[in-house]
């Protein structure tokens, strides 16, 4: 795939329903959904790691959980706070893991061979660890954030 051809997809779910994201997805044509949440739970009813599988699942997309990408404790009290060099300095540790370089490998290889959304809370992805990622990992692939 040329690098101009390479696309990354990017939703958070805030102030979503789960029919609407799911159609946001599938009105992008999004074949794998990738959680980037640590801890893949939500008070928001669907949005738990089973149901939104399900639901994803349902819909044709293929769902994966990759904890490694997700967001420290520290950096998810950053973020809520709106402090972003906290949450960047945070997320950067997080991504020099062995774990996370692993998973975010393997986000680079299933992104160039299926067309891949990061999902995680946050609905604007500029104020999100999704922008870090794409921004450390995944650079050379164009960023489109969806918005259910």
Known sequence: MSRA????????????????LIDALTAAGIELLVDVRALPLSRRPGFSKTALAG???EA???YRHMKPLGTPKEGREAARKGDRATLER???????LPE???AGAELRDL?????TAM??????ASKCHRSILHAAMLDDFAAIDLLP
């Open 5 to 20: 051809a390479r696309r990354i997809w990017t939703i958070g779910y805030e102030q979503a329903t789960v029919p609407a």
């Open 55 to 57: 639901a994803a699942q």
């Open 60 to 62: 044709g997309i293929a």
């Open 90 to 96: 945070v997320y950067e540790g997080q991504l020099e």
């Open 100 to 102: 996370a370089l692993a």
């Open 111 to 115: 992104a160039l061979h299926h067309r």
């Open 119 to 124: 999902l995680c809370f946050c609905r604007d």
